[in-house]
């Protein structure tokens, strides 16, 4: 099979692979359907993550089953699979509380950018569709298996609740989906932060009904501005940066909730400032796997399209050239065709 390899900074190959095995009677084997290249795959793109040996990309996928293990009875060959970048087993005591991308068995999806792809703790990871989805879905569920269902944490973990105002900060996919995820919780007031007009737009069309330009002081002085001066009730940070979750923690009003879900890279939380701004702090991986089989039928009738994140659709074989237009910002996120 074929698949992308990373090697250094900058240099994403598209390479003859060795066909994946199932290793375990836990694991299942699926041809992938449609890939995509994710956010936090640019942080090595960049340099700005090790990289160490050269190694397969990518954790998002939706596929068709080709095989399972002796142990993997959920799903069956021929059947449309999602599952979450995070595998689980579904059963250990952290599954059971909803955890599931803090699994005792957890092992993180990494070589996805392929044909086919090993899917480890199968049972519990993959959700089949009720029956093959049309092809104009495939985006949508996509999307599903990472970047909707990390809005959703990031909504979920902000307690956005109906009649509530939410502020998102990051307009990179996910954040989009956070303005999905805050608009089906019943957010009556969803302001976006965003300076790219395409992403604002879509933002908008997701549910967004304002929209802050600036950053810093002046987008927290913004943010407070249309807040009755005192901040929102749920604030998703969906970026990761050391920016972004001071503007987060500064537009959440004293008693609200900040939901955190991009991967933190120098991101630092004073103690005192937390302390006395009396505001809820929660994130990390998002538990896709609790939110799977609501978030398929959310798409599967319509409700929702998170597959609009997809601006640019490649081939599977020109996947650097999605990774370059991700960095240099022509896209918001390259959907992957085998
Ligand atoms: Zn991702
Ligand atoms: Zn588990």
């Known amino acids: 099979m074929r698949g992308a390899v ?93 955890f599931q991308s803090n699994c005792v068995h957890r092992e993180f999806m990494s070589t996805c950018q392929a044909d086919y792809v090993r899917i480890p703790n199968a049972q519990g990871t993959l959700v089949a569709t009720g029956e093959v989805p049309s092809e104009e879905l495939w985006p949508g569920l996509l999307a599903v298996s990472d970047v909707m269902g990390t809005g959703w944490w990031a909504a979920d973990a902000a307690g956005v609740k109906p009649g509530s105002t939410a502020v998102v900060v990051g307009d990179g996919a996910v954040g989009l989906s956070a303005v ?56 998703l940070e969906c970026v990761g940066t050391a920016q972004a979750m001071q503007q987060a923690l500064h537009s959440a009003r004293p008693g609200g909730d900040v939901g ?21 702090l929660r994130g990390g991986p998002a538990p896709v796997r609790r939110y799977l089989p609501d978030l398929i039928d959310r798409v599967v009738t319509g409700r929702i399209d998170p597959g609009k994140v997809f601006d640019l659709t490649l081939p599977l074989d020109q996947v650097a050239e999605g990774y370059r237009a991700m960095d240099e910002r022509r896209a918001i996120k390259a959907l992957l065709k085998p």
């Open 6 to 98: 990373i090697h250094a900074p900058g240099d994403v190959r598209f390479e003859t692979l060795d066909d994946p095995k199932i290793l375990h009677p836990t694991d299942a084997i699926i041809r992938t359907a449609v890939t995509c290249v994710c956010g936090s795959d640019l942080w090595p793109w960049r340099g700005l993550e090790p990289i160490g040996d050269a190694h397969p990309m990518g954790h998002e996928y939706v596929g068709f089953v080709e095989e399972v293990g002796s142990e993997v009875t959920a799903v069956k060959p021929g059947q449309f699979v999602v599952g979450s970048f995070a595998t689980s087993d579904d059963t250990c005591a952290n599954c059971r509380n909803g």
């Open 180 to 235: 999905i995820a805050a608009k089906e919780m019943g957010a009556e007031r969803i302001i976006a932060m965003s300076r790219h007009e395409s992403r604002q737009k879509l933002a908008r069309e997701f549910g967004a009904t304002d929209i802050v330009t600036e950053r810093g002081d002046d987008g927290i002085a913004r943010v407070k501005d249309l807040t009755g001066g005192i901040g929102a009730d749920s604030v």
């Open 260 to 280: 955190f879900v991009g991967v933190p890279h120098e991101v630092a939380v004073d103690g005192q400032e937390l302390f006395f701004s009396h505001v809820g």
